[in-house]
């Protein structure tokens, strides 16, 4: 199935007010830390798939291979007079909001069947009364009969909304890196690798649920500037965030795959090494570079974006499907002094061991914060001591004697923590040697830490590292 058959343009045009800035202005940007090692030819051929697959904030397109809810409606054509086509919609098309006049300019209708199967014809309009489409001039001439599928009201509202409240910390892109992001500690979200910190999925390649998400948005996250949307935004609103939300992430993932996939092959600095080696001139070498390209372009591409395409499809899928939260296997063991007591045994003790970031008094200040981490990503050292998350941003473990808890202060938040860590941070899940109902004491003990009484003021033997001012993104 081709590309076009497979996608629909949703357009996006808005008011300025519902943009969150001039418009002509917005576009997508290059993730920069991943394309610097790849070719710039490269790069290119990764820019043009994104636009093919995605489009741009204004003309998206509504990528249908992908697990996104864009608001697809399926149906007939029963009638067609001029430019008016008049149809019926599958009774599994139930929901149409947003499918006016309105926000309707610039979608496309692509035909399933008949002559002109897997072709689009734009749309300037829709009247959910009638139910007919109102065509833009087209070389297109379907026929009464003719099967369809058209959308993308979900992803277009989720664009008008998200433009509205989240773009200017999140990003156009996605990135974290909006026009406030620069003053925020910590620093807005970048969805950009597809990982949610806070979520109740197992596993380091657990995506968010979109109930996750909905939690995220309406609630807020505590001890940071994203805020709760709740009552502020509807259900439907909240879909709509959540939806567009998860179609960045997607962009994203596409686009770091791509890059990683050309990164080794078609390295940026290629031409002048392999000059170098050969004696050879960079001018030659990099003419056979876009010859590979190109031949790659024609045969090898297509299957590469369907094959990062249905991995990312398998995952997100996955983690909407029962089983995949996590569930405790033994109700909460009930709160009490002697529960508390063995979470405590278990926090100190080297099986657990969360003293060693959490430190002695629980303020976030244990003896790993001194150390020197190595970037997983480039190998590298860290320039300064302390641990970082997998945005390379500094991160502090939380000060658990205040009593807020990012992810949730339910014990079932504190526990999903626990068992399996928080994706993107050092944070990690408990080992497996430790049982369910040990998890509900760690539970009840890390719950009881902010009504202890203080720790005493003499020094430990050891040092610690960190002080409660010190700066840095605590997990």
Known sequence: MSVRWQS?????????????????????????????????????????TLEEHFGT???????????????????????????????EFNAETA???????????????LLISGANQGKSISLTSFNGTTKTFEM??????????????????????????????????????????????????????????????????????????RDDLRRIVAQGIPGTYMPAFVPMLKDGELAAIIEYVRWLAMRGEVEWQLLGQFKDEYASDRAKKEAKESGGKESEIEKQIDTQLKEFVKSGL????????????????????????II???????????????????????????????????????????????????????????????????????????????????PIDIYRRITQGIKGTPMPGAPKTIKSDEIWDLVNYVLSIPFESPAPKAAPAHSIAGQSGEKGHAN
């Open 136 to 209: 833009s001039s087209s070389e297109i001439t379907p026929v009464v009969g003719d099967l369809f599928v058209t959308g993308g009201n979900v992803l277009r509202h989720g664009r008008k909304l998200y433009a509205r409240h989240c773009q200017h910390c999140h990003g156009v892109s996605g990135d974290g890196d909006g026009p406030t992001a620069k003053y925020l500690n910590p620093r807005p979200r970048d969805y950009r690798q597809g990982k949610f910190k806070f979520t109740s999925t197992a596993g380091p390649a657990g995506k968010a649920t």
């Open 8 to 48: 629909l343009i949703v357009g996006l045009a808005c008011a300025l007010a519902g943009c969150g800035g001039d418009a002509s202005q917005m576009r997508f940007v290059e993730n920069s830390t991943l394309a610097k090692p790849v070719h710039r030819k490269a790069r290119a051929v990764v820019k043009t």
């Open 328 to 410: 405790p296997e033994v109700a909460r063991v009930a709160d009490s002094p002697e529960s508390r007591k063995r979470g405590k045994d278990l926090f100190y003790g080297k099986v657990a061991n969360c003293v060693n970031c959490h430190g002695l008094a629980a303020k976030g200040n244990g003896a790993q914060t001194e150390d020197v981490a190595k970037n997983l990503r480039t190998g590298e050292l860290y320039p300064t001591p302390g641990l970082f998350d997998d945005w390379d941003q500094p991160v502090k473990p939380r000060d658990l004697t205040r009593g807020i808890y990012r992810g949730g202060r339910r």
């Open 95 to 109: 929901d149409l909001t947003g499918f006016d006049a309105a926000e309707f300019a610039g979608t496309e209708l």
């Open 302 to 325: 297509s299957a590469l974006v369907d094959e990062v395409a249905g991995d990312l499809t398998d995952k997100w899928t996955a983690a909407e499907e029962e089983g995949a939260a």
């Open 57 to 87: 904030p204004l003309s998206s397109v509504a990528w249908l291979k992908l697990p996104v809810k864009y608001g697809r409606a399926e149906g007939k054509i029963t009638a067609i007079e001029e430019q008016t086509l008049t149809v």
